[in-house]
């Protein structure tokens, strides 16, 4: 069950995503009569959804059997029939919606064709474009009277860091930009975190990074006033607007845990008078995946552990949503490792099943690889625990929550950064006498994938099992084939296309190292996925059977993974089941 979004001028109806039915799917909620609706219904699941600000109208994004492509569609609140929400426009990659109260939608697109795109789209007329450009950019906001639309882009080239421009819906001429990139010649990117939600009110919620971190600060396009606020805490901060505009609902994280506040902006709603109070918001130890302040003052927040599966709660002790059918079972609490590695200290989550060690342990990858693991409810890792698996998760140089300079580290010398950090934390785990070095499983999905199979190359002496799901296998093929928003991001890690870094390419693609694999490979791989296009799995998996090298290859009629849940319980048992086969398990007989 997700956290529910609510309408902003009938906070009574929300929309919410859950999987009860087997698949995940978007769900209506009329929080007046208590009455839920299944609002979607497709084989392969649907997730990306919003509501228009009076309530009336679900938009959801329709692409094909999970591929990403595809168009806009809304249907009434109350149930109804499907109907185009932007008609003119093409099928295309997303990248950002706003609607606003008069039925305006401002749309965010992207294809290999035209780059990125930004259209209004009034009811009843042809969209207009109002933004063109061929590197990554997206809609980031609208302001609550519709008159201003905030456009994150990457113009500069660095599709790491974005800047800001705000335009005037009108025409999309240009009231003000923001870059803290100087250009894209400083490693400094901004964030879109909303408009005040007030009539009239220019004010935007900015995140930087001008200290090392993000955190937020509110920016006026009008006059160019930017203001700081001062929140003194370590890590991450990112925030959103309480409804009133009175007050920010501050997002922290730290050290692979998150925490809430709520930050006073005063009487003046600019952090004067009696702001800058910072206050906390109670939640229980974990992590806080998503939070949404309530017009009544309460705060709604999605939370869930690594011992304990998700639940979204209510500061007013109550829980806001009870998924029927199965509760998924808990898991075994993480504890922190901290390991000195060649770019600094490095934090793993580690879970340990009963017994005592050493076990055989799986290095679980995270993705992104902007992202981060953190000690929150993952059911792969709980899985493997069940099954006499240790699980260790790396938060290797790239990824999020440790600073700015963390994230950055990973440039040029792509995939062997971050397996440097993971080989720094397998001798930690071998010499603390939690691994058998014999029966070390590296494993992981999407970038996590790519790191395993590069790093089954680049280390094959370690590893007994690589178990990679929809991952990056030929970096240059992979280039050619995905989405044109993963190019400009492969041209900012490496430093220029495969024509014009041909040897960082060559260095970072694991199909280089294919003939050094000495393990057993299972791969498994997504025949839509426009983010690890299958042409490139297929390349990597015809070398390892030139080789008769031992391996299963797993596709499935899906895109970058699975929402369907029998589809996910298979994937994992595929899993366990391939691991077991070579790696001997206490209590069960491994080959």
Not at 331 to 345: H, I, L
Not at 365 to 387: E, K, M, Q, R
Not at 524 to 553: K, T
């Amino acid at each position: 069950m997700g956290l529910p979004d609510w309408a902003e001028d009938a906070p009574a109806r929300s929309l919410f995503v859950s999987n009860a039915t087997g698949t995940f799917e978007l769900y209506a909620w009329d929080r007046a009569t208590g009455g839920q609706r299944q609002a979607t219904d497709r084989p392969n699941g649907t997730t990306d959804g919003t509501l228009s600000p009076d309530g009336e109208w679900i938009w959801w994004f329709s692409d094909t059997d999970g591929d990403e492509f595809g168009v806009w569609m809304r249907q009434p609140f109350a149930g109804g029939p499907d109907e185009p929400a932007t008609p003119g426009l093409a099928a295309s990659f997303p990248a950002g919606l706003s609607i606003a109260r008069d039925g305006t939608a401002v749309v965010g697109r992207s294809t290999d064709d035209e780059g990125s795109t930004v259209h209004v789209v009034r009811p009843g007329q042809p969209p207009v474009e109002i933004y063109r450009h061929r590197e990554s950019a997206g809609v980031g906001g609208l302001s609550h009277d519709g008159s201003l639309i905030a456009i994150e882009h990457t113009e500069h080239g660095d599709a790491m860091h974005s800047a800001i421009r705000v335009v005037r819906a009108e025409d999309g001429s240009t009231v003000a930009e923001l870059d803290d990139s100087n250009g894209g010649t400083e490693e400094l990117g901004l964030s879109v975190m909303g408009f005040a939600p007030v009539d009239g009110d220019p004010r935007l919620l900015v995140g930087h990074q001008r200290r090392g971190r993000w955190e937020p600060m509110i920016w006026d396009p009008l006059t160019g006033v930017e203001t700081a606020l001062e929140i003194d805490l370590p890590g991450d901060v990112g925030a959103d607007w309480y409804p009133d505009g009175s007050a920010l609902l501050v997002e922290h994280e730290y050290q692979a845990r998150s925490e809430l506040w709520r930050y006073g902006l005063g009487a003046a709603g600019d952090g004067s008078a009696d702001g800058g109070a910072l206050t906390r918001v109670e939640t229980p130890a974990g992590t806080v995946s998503g939070a949404t302040a309530r017009p009544d003052g309460t705060v709604e927040f999605l939370w869930s552990s690594a011992a304990q599966p998700p639940e979204v709660r209510s500061t007013s002790g109550k829980v806001v949503l009870d998924p029927p059918g199965m509760k998924a079972p808990g898991s075994v609490p993480v504890t922190d490792a901290w390991v000195d590695g060649p770019g600094g200290r490095i934090h793993a989550l580690v879970q340990r099943p009963a017994g005592e060690g050493p076990f055989p342990t799986v290095f679980d990858i995270h993705g992104g690889p902007t992202w981060h693991d953190s000690d929150a409810f993952a059911s792969s890792p709980a899985a493997w625990v069940d099954h006499g698996f240790a699980v260790v998760r790396v938060n290797y140089r790239g990824s999020t929550g440790y600073g700015r300079a963390w994230t950055d580290a990973l440039k040029h010398r792509v995939g062997l950064i971050e397996l440097e950090d993971i080989d720094a934390v397998r001798k930690w785990a071998v010499s603390s006498g939690l691994a058998d070095p014999k029966r070390l499983v590296l494993a992981g999905g999407s970038w996590g994938g790519y790191l395993t199979l590069l790093g089954l190359g680049t280390q094959p002496e370690v590893w007994a099992v690589g178990l990679a799901a929809v991952p990056v296998a030929d970096y240059v093929t992979a280039y050619n084939d995905e989405m044109e928003a993963l190019k400009a991001m492969d041209r900012t890690l490496l430093g220029g296309t495969p024509e014009e870094v041909p040897e960082r390419f060559e260095a970072s693609s694991p199909l280089t190292y294919v003939d050094k694999v000495r393990a057993p490979v299972y791969i498994s791989a997504g025949v839509n996925d426009p983010r690890c296009p299958i042409r490139q799995v297929e390349n990597y998996v015809q070398r390892l059977e030139q080789r008769g090298h031992p391996h299963e290859v797993y596709r499935y009629d899906a895109g970058h993974g699975s929402l369907v849940v029998e589809e996910r319980i298979k994937q994992i048992r595929l899993e366990l089941e391939f691991a077991q086969r070579y790696v001997e398990v206490a209590g069960e007989a491994g080959a």
